[in-house]
């Protein structure tokens, strides 16, 4: 989606992928197979760039460091680090001046002795590395359940769950010349641990909203970004924001802005890699995004195609696992008319 986004701005997308058929081929101008971690791979690659930036966070810090060597690279390698490593992204965070869930690192299981009295139950262990959509993450109940744990992924984040009102997110972007620019806050909901649904705006107060947008700005500054961010927040209970992770990327929570702005999160995240001026984020519709993951939601596409209102993005993968993203459909409103009760198996004929 970003190569479509950059091909709309006249340029020609070289990627790196270590799959000749990858999905973004099919919409690239050209590919060099290799490894994300492959020295010559990398190099052959910058030998056809401008400037790199990336989509996801699972490739090698010390790939980027090579190619930051040779070309510009956005958003830089230490942000990658950053949100690759949740110790180290929540010490950022905290030292950042952010508000984030009580949290310890547990490297050993002596670490895990103390979180009872440190941060207490219910908690979530986490891994630091590789976690998406809910994989290497524990739920602790209590402290039978602690005790129960054994053969733990080490090193490990402890959070204490958050009673939270919901889960938010915010899309920034920061150009070359340090211009901001913000998304509408979006409302986020899960299904076993998978973004399930997004709308957009969220059902909040516009004084929290900005607050969580000057969040979001704030870390984009501090970080010293220059592309796009997803930025995940809970609004606990209590009334409080607290930033739960952040993405330095396109996000699947900001899926929304393809269909309901002028201007989508990918060709915001192109335009500041490239150092074209950024436009306001604006939304001229409300949103709702509804994931389609795995092969029962596929079964709904023709139904989704027959149905008005709805925007099919497909992503082009070619076996449609079960947990897996296989794309999502957007449905518009007027600005004011998202419906309080979505009736979201009216709207769309998924899940019936």
């Given at each position: 989606m970003s190569a479509v986004a950059a091909s709309k701005l006249g340029y020609r997308v070289h990627i790196l992928d270590p799959v000749a058929d990858c999905p973004a081929s099919e919409v690239t101008a050209s590919i060099t197979?290799?490894?994300?971690?492959?020295?010559?791979?990398?190099?052959?690659?910058?030998?056809?760039?401008?400037?790199?930036?990336?989509e996801f966070e699972n490739i090698s810090a010390e790939g980027l460091t090579l190619l930051e060597a040779l070309r510009p690279v956005r958003p830089a390698g230490d942000i990658l680090r950053i949100s690759q490593d949740r110790i180290i992204e929540k010490t950022r965070?905290?030292?950042?001046?952010?508000?984030v869930a009580p949290w310890r690192s547990v490297r050993s299981q002596d670490d895990l002795d103390g979180l009872a009295e440190e941060i207490g139950f219910p908690l979530i262990l986490k891994t630091t590395r590789f976690g998406y959509d809910g994989k290497g993450?524990?739920?602790?109940?209590t402290a039978s359940d602690l005790a129960g744990l054994s053969d733990l992924p080490y090193p490990l984040v402890a959070e204490k769950m958050i009673d939270f009102e919901r889960?938010?997110?915010?899309m920034v972007?920061?150009?070359?010349d340090g211009t901001v620019r913000c998304f509408d806050v979006a409302e986020n909901r899960h299904r076993d641990g998978i973004l399930d649904v997004t709308m957009a705006p969220a059902r909040i107060m516009p004084d929290l909203a900005r607050q969580a947008q000057d969040m979001a700005m704030k870390i984009a500054e501090e970080l010293g970004l220059v592309g796009i961010m997803g930025v995940e927040m809970f609004h606990a209970a209590d009334g409080r924001l607290l930033v739960n992770e952040i993405a330095p990327r396109p996000h699947n929570s900001g899926h929304w802005t393809m269909d309901a702005c002028l201007v989508d999160q990918f060709e915001m995240h192109v335009r500041a890699v490239a150092g074209l001026p950024l436009p306001p984020a604006c939304r001229h519709s409300d949103a709702v995004m509804h994931?389609?993951?795995?092969?029962?939601?596929?079964?709904c596409v023709p139904a989704i195609l027959a149905t008005d209102g709805t925007s099919l993005h497909l992503y082009g993968k070619k076996e449609a696992r079960p947990g897996r993203k296989m794309g999502h459909v957007n449905t518009i409103f007027p600005r004011g008319g998202l419906p309080g009760d979505l009736g979201l198996e009216d709207l769309l004929p998924l899940r019936r």
């Open positions: 197979l290799g490894s994300y971690d492959d020295p010559q791979a990398l190099r052959d690659f910058a030998a056809h760039c401008d400037v790199v930036t990336f965070l905290t030292k950042a001046g952010v508000r993450q524990f739920r602790v109940q889960e938010v997110s915010v972007v920061r150009g070359q994931n389609l993951i795995g092969p029962e939601d596929m079964a």
